[in-house]
């Protein structure tokens, strides 16, 4: 179950990353600005999230909904140690619930990760 979510929380990052150098080349290279990217930014971090809980939910094989839950809840447990011992700075309520509907993201990813890579057949 552990491997099951690090997989999907490496995935996530993995996206982000990925995402973020795109985002950084087309904002450097045209004249695009942040406030512009933002709805498609936030698009892209649930779909990442989303992916995220995929895997973690195709490699566990059952329980869809805590492997999507656990992965949502220690990238969330991640970014919040970055962002608290990093920068000083708490979440603010707006936070709260972006990272609340990130876990239940990666829990529906999670689920759907499961039913689609078999799951665990029971006779």
Do not use: P
């Amino acid at each position: 179950m552990g491997t099951a979510i690090l997989y999907g929380v490496s995935s996530i990052f993995i996206l982000a990353i990925v995402s973020s150098l795109i985002f950084s080349i087309l904002l450097r290279f045209s004249s695009l600005n942040e406030s512009s990217l933002k709805y498609v930014v936030m698009a892209i971090s649930f779909l990442s999230i989303f992916i995220g809980g995929f895997i973690s939910g195709g490699k566990g094989k059952k329980q869809g909904w805590l492997l999507g839950g656990g992965t949502g809840l220690l990238y969330t447990a991640i970014v919040f140690l970055f962002q608290y011992l990093g920068h000083d700075h708490l979440f603010s309520l707006k936070d709260w619930i972006y990272y609340a509907c990130f876990i239940l993201t990666s829990m529906m990813g999670g689920i759907l990760g499961v039913n689609l890579s078999g799951g665990n057949k029971a006779s």
